[in-house]
């Protein structure tokens, strides 16, 4: 029954399926057995959890007959690099609203945002304030981009996380299925936007998986987060008439592992990062993946029970690093 969902249009971009690989030495010191789903596998520039999200986003806006997109994100945004390549490859324009502290200042461009800046995506700054109306401002530059080019611009929330961006870790979960089949897993992943977690909750529901779901808050606290997911839940309900639906209060989060902020990190984070490198070859990021797997080894060591095997899904990051180079370094 793996096969039956009937998925939207979409387009390839992402390599999958990602594989499920063991953590053998971590889950040797834990005493359990730790899986890594390796979605930091799902292309080279292209790495992470966004692409599979825009598989469908795009294959919407090509449909539409959109000329470019816009969206948004930090200015280390994985969503934003991703976006622009996939736009690079697909021939579409790409306009990127980035929050950094002084817009007159902006970052030297390194890691997500030289390579957004190489494929091409035009940048426009702005103040943290102004990114709480971030809706408002991209259907802004929708407007003023078509008086100028005479060009119509679809507009990706951040993250790429709405309910038609959630199918793409529906996809997610039915690889799961195969990979792993019906064991009482539990899966560990980050949440950041919202529409990873609502694909994944939804795909399990679909496909009647009895995977505990426990996802990371990295950014804002659990609450906020419980609302945002259950309303995509509620979108994708609606839109495709399937009964995915979701009260916020059940919704499994882990608060507590947000640190210093979003995209800031704490020295144990980062000593994090830098044992599970040397420990099994694996490279997470400070922004979602390190926070993420500091919380699961943090609730594992405090006595946390989960279901074996557990699985970490890693939403990849990786060009996040070279902004922290400095604290990491010394670490080494």
């Known amino acids: 029954m793996f096969n039956e969902l009937d998925f939207p249009p979409s387009i390839d971009l992402a390599r999958l ?36 999200k825009l598989e469908f986003l795009l294959a919407a806006s090509l449909d539409a007959g959109f000329a470019g997109v816009i969206t948004c994100g930090g200015e280390q945004s994985n969503h934003a690099r991703a976006t622009a390549l996939a736009c690079a490859r697909l021939g579409l324009d790409a306009h990127l609203l980035l ?15 030289l390579l957004g800046r190489l494929a091409g995506a035009s940048v426009e700054w702005i103040t943290a ?33 709405n309910a038609l961006g959630a ?67 509620r979108r994708f309900a609606e839109r495709w008439r399937l009964n995915v639906a979701s009260d916020a209060e059940d919704i499994e989060l882990w608060d507590g592992y947000v640190g210093l902020g979003y995209a800031r990190s704490r020295r144990e984070e980062l000593a994090c990062i830098a044992d599970l490198a040397q420990t099994e070859g694996l490279v997470l990021d400070p922004v979602y993946t390190g926070k993420a797997m500091f919380g699961l080894l943090s609730e594992l060591a405090a006595g946390r029970l989960l279901g074996e095997p557990i699985v970490f899904v890693h939403t990849g990051g990786v060009f ?13």
């Open 129 to 161: 304030e102004q990114y709480r109306e971030r809706d408002a401002l991209m259907a802004a530059a929708a407007e003023r981009l078509q008086q100028q080019s005479g060009d119509r611009y679809d507009v990706i929330p951040e993250g790429g996380s």
């Open 167 to 233: 199918w793409g870790y529906v996809r997610c979960a039915q690889e799961l299925a195969h990979q792993l089949g019906r064991v009482a897993a539990t899966v560990v992943y980050p949440v950041g936007s919202g529409g990873t977690a609502a694909g994944l909750i939804a795909g399990c529901r679909l496909l009647d998986l009895p995977y505990r779901l426990v996802g990371v808050c990295v950014s804002d606290d659990r609450r906020s987060f419980q609302q945002r997911i259950a309303a995509i839940l």
């Open 320 to 332: 996040g690093l070279e902004a922290q180079a400095r604290q990491i370094e010394a670490l080494l």
């Open 17 to 52: 399926p990602t594989p499920l690989e063991p953590l053998e030495r971590l889950s040797e010191r834990l005493g359990l057995q730790l899986l890594c789903k390796r979605d930091d596998l799902t292309g080279t520039t292209l790495t992470g959890n966004k692409v599979r």
């Open 99 to 113: 929050r950094t502290a002084d817009p007159a200042q902006p970052p030297a461009a390194s890691g997500n945002l």
